[in-house]
């Protein structure tokens, strides 16, 4: 049951991606004809595959993390702090160090990695990114062979869904709902890539997924029943 988890093992996380490159032109003509056919569905007859590339950083084949952004709670007596960190930068630098962390501080079978959708996106995310990148996944993104009970991870969008499905609930939804401060109100996951290749201001990408995480973490306490952090109990280092 959720109240019965130390807050202390789990990481909370957030990734942030754009593609791959900046335009569709800068593709190989093989890549181009294959994230044509990839999104022919999606696409239907509303965009070219040009107009539709600027969405290419939901699919990791075909985009890149930018960066993580990690959380964790550390309880002293009755002092209650949130520490954030962020990895970010050149991909396989960032998911190396990534690795590093996960691995020599968040071990199983006892710690959990928790994110908002993180189970059908962050997390499938940064295991196929990591191939790509030819770096071995870490135990804690391996998932073939193992029951979904053995699989160490935890979804706030899961937790609220209580079995339906078909339910999908925004995060920004969610904070909205429980009070909690928004993360988006500088931007939203849909401008990252234009911050990212127009704006160049990745600092303010690291804010905005640092903001995310805050928010699953948050959003873990209310559902806990327990009260919100406070400004003065987060520490970004």
């Not at 049951?1 to 593609?19: A, G, Q, R, S």
């Not at 006892?110 to 962050?122: I, P, R, S």
């Not at 079995?163 to 939804?173: E, I, N, R």
């Amino acid at each position: 049951m959720l109240d019965k988890l130390n807050l202390e093992h789990i990481l909370f996380l957030d990734i942030e991606t754009v593609p791959e490159h900046s335009d569709f032109e800068d593709l190989s003509p093989t890549k181009q004809k294959l994230f044509t056919d990839k999104t022919e569905y999606q696409r239907k007859e509303d965009y070219s595959p040009k107009e539709y590339y600027e969405r290419a950083g939901i699919w990791a084949e075909f985009g890149k993390i930018v960066c993580i952004s990690v959380g964790y709670f550390n309880f002293k007596g009755n002092e209650r702090k949130f520490r954030t960190t962020s990895f970010y930068g050149e991909e396989t630098d960032l998911l190396k160090r990534f690795k590093l962390l996960v691995e020599n501080y968040f071990s199983l079978p006892h710690h959990l990695m928790c994110g908002h959708n993180a189970k059908e996106f962050d997390f499938p995310y940064i295991a196929r990114r990591m191939l790509i990148r030819g770096i071995a996944l870490p135990s804690q993104l391996q998932f073939f062979g193992k029951k979904p009970w053995e699989i160490p991870h935890l979804d706030t969008l899961e937790l609220w869904k209580f079995g339906d499905y078909k339910h999908y609930t925004s995060l920004k939804l969610l904070t909205e709902l429980f009070n909690i401060p928004s993360p988006k109100d500088d931007i939203d996951g849909s401008q990252v890539r234009d911050v990212f290749y127009k704006e160049k201001d990745l600092d303010r990408i690291v804010t905005y997924c640092e903001k995310d995480v805050i928010a699953v973490a948050q959003l873990i306490l209310k559902l806990r029943q327990e009260e919100l952090l406070e400004d003065h109990e987060l520490i970004s280092v």
